[in-house]
T-cell receptor, first 115, second 114 residues
Framework: KAGVTQTPRYLIKTRGQQVTLSCSPI?????VSWYQQTPGQGLQFLFE???????NKGNFPGRFSGRQFSNSRSEMNVSTLELGDSALYLC??????????????FGAGTRLSVL | AQSVTQLGSHVSVSEGALVLLRCNYS??????LFWYVQYPNQGLQLLLK??????LVKGINGFEAEFKKSETSFHLTKPSAHMSDAAEYFC????????????FGTGTQLKVEL
């Protein structure tokens, strides 16, 4: 079974631009979560989507948004990029349901550099 | 709010020595706890999880962790370190309610020396 696929792997943008990152979950997984990883702030939760609805949201500005499609694929968008948005963006998928023991499987991430 | 604290941002051990990575959690409800490993330029891989079924949890690659409620700890151990264990390790907590949001610790970089 294929793992979580994130595209692109690397991205370079300039300040003020916008960017869209894509995540294809493991087949059968309907929950997709996004995390931002930076050396200074570590791993921080952005948001979670389940059945095309945002179920949880982290403490990020409105410039960060996401969506999920009917096939469970998800995209996140960052508008008006700032230097501080440079980070590794990780996507994770898990099986349906809200059981506490659900395992989240992570993709390799998209490394975004903002110049 | 749920949180985890990882003591020691860098740990260095000799190959064959015991690995001990520390994690303390803060939670007002029984938590679900996880240990993940991250190799350079890769995503996170689950090592093990605690979901209240057993306090001693065995994971992949010879790792295990013991949940100690009295100490609010969930330390990760491996009896004998291998060079391939060099990586960054993250402890994470998820509340027992709905959703899949994970709150991560700041990570511990493990170095294994010959």
């Amino acid at each position: 079974k294929a793992g979580v696929t994130q595209t692109p792997r690397y991205l370079i943008k300039t300040r003020g631009q916008q960017v869209t990152l894509s995540c294809s979950p493991i087949s059968g997984h309907r929950s997709v979560s996004w995390y931002q990883q930076t050396p200074g702030q570590g791993l921080q939760f952005l948001f979670e989507y389940f059945s095309e609805t945002q179920r949880n949201k982290g403490n990020f500005p409105g410039r960060f948004s996401g969506r999920q499609f009917s096939n469970s694929r998800s995209e996140m968008n960052v508008s008006t990029l700032e230097l501080g948005d440079s980070a590794l963006y990780l996507c994770a998928s898990s099986l349906p349901g809200q059981g506490g023991g659900n395992i989240q499987y992570f993709g390799a991430g998209t490394r975004l550099s903002v110049l | 709010a749920q949180s985890v604290t990882q003591l020691g941002s860098h740990v260095s051990v000799s190959e064959g020595a015991l690995v001990l990575l520390r994690c303390n959690y803060s939670s007002s409800v029984p938590p679900y706890l996880f240990w993940y490993v991250q190799y350079p330029n890769q995503g996170l891989q689950l090592l093990l999880k605690y979901t209240s079924a057993a306090t001693l949890v065995k994971g992949i690659n010879g790792f295990e962790a013991e949940f100690k409620k009295s100490e609010t700890s969930f330390h990760l151990t491996k009896p004998s370190a291998h060079m391939s264990d060099a990586a960054e390790y993250f402890c994470a907590v998820r509340p027992g309610g709905g959703g899949n949001k994970l709150t991560f610790g700041t990570g511990t970089q493990l170095k294994v020396e010959l």
